[in-house]
């Protein structure tokens, strides 16, 4: 059996950010630098209190119609209304992408070669998390020959590396992200 492995991660979603001013407006607001995000790279980061304290996790990745992030379902329409705070005079406008899941791609075999862009990109937590895909099926998972894995094999894997997974282990509004490993978990952008 190929170690080459996908989950669904049912807790996680995306939207769409786009307009003009997208890049600019996401630049003041999250944790990490949004020029890095390139059509083949991806950026894991966060969003504050105006204190400081974690409220939500996300990556962010380039899309044909402006920045694509993912963070979690529950939280999702939430984020969206406090970064519609934010907006003022932005020419940015937010769009759910509810046709779109999110996969986590892992396992020895996961760990490269995988071809990113259209919706995969590597996981920038750490070298051994493997990738994410923001994809409408498994049609290409499957093709490119990853076999689906349960929701808790791979939740042991992210808990071995030690990456967060939003409000299932951080408290929001409460957690602080250098108590968090953030900054190890390239989320943090100190330049």
């Not at 995306?14 to 996401?26: E, H, T």
């Not at 409220?55 to 992030?69: E, H, R, T």
């Not at 994410?132 to 590396?161: G, M, W």
Request: charged share 25%.
């Amino acid at each position: 059996m190929s170690s080459k492995k996908y989950t669904p991660l049912a807790n996680r979603c995306a939207f769409f950010i786009k307009g003009a001013d997208a890049r600019p407006f996401l630049q003041g607001l999250i944790t990490n630098d949004i020029e890095k995000v390139t059509d083949k790279e991806a950026i894991f980061a966060a969003f504050l209190t105006p204190q400081g304290k974690f409220l939500y996790d996300l990556f962010v990745s380039l899309a044909p119609v402006g920045f694509l992030l993912e963070c979690e379902a529950a939280n999702r329409d939430d984020f969206i209304k406090k970064l519609k705070l934010y907006k003022l005079r932005s020419d940015v406008s937010f769009e759910l992408a509810d046709d779109l899941k999110v996969f986590a791609l892992w396992g020895a075999e996961a760990l490269s070669g995988v071809a990113t862009g259209n919706g995969i990109y590597q996981d920038p937590r750490h070298t051994r998390s493997g990738y994410r895909a923001v994809v409408s099926n498994v049609t290409a998972l499957e093709a490119a020959e990853f076999q689906p894995a349960d929701f808790e094999d791979y939740d042991q894997h992210r808990i071995e590396l030690g990456l967060p997974d939003g409000t299932r282990d951080l408290i929001q509004g409460q957690a602080i992200l250098l108590e968090n490993n953030f900054d190890v978990l390239n989320a943090i952008d100190w330049d």
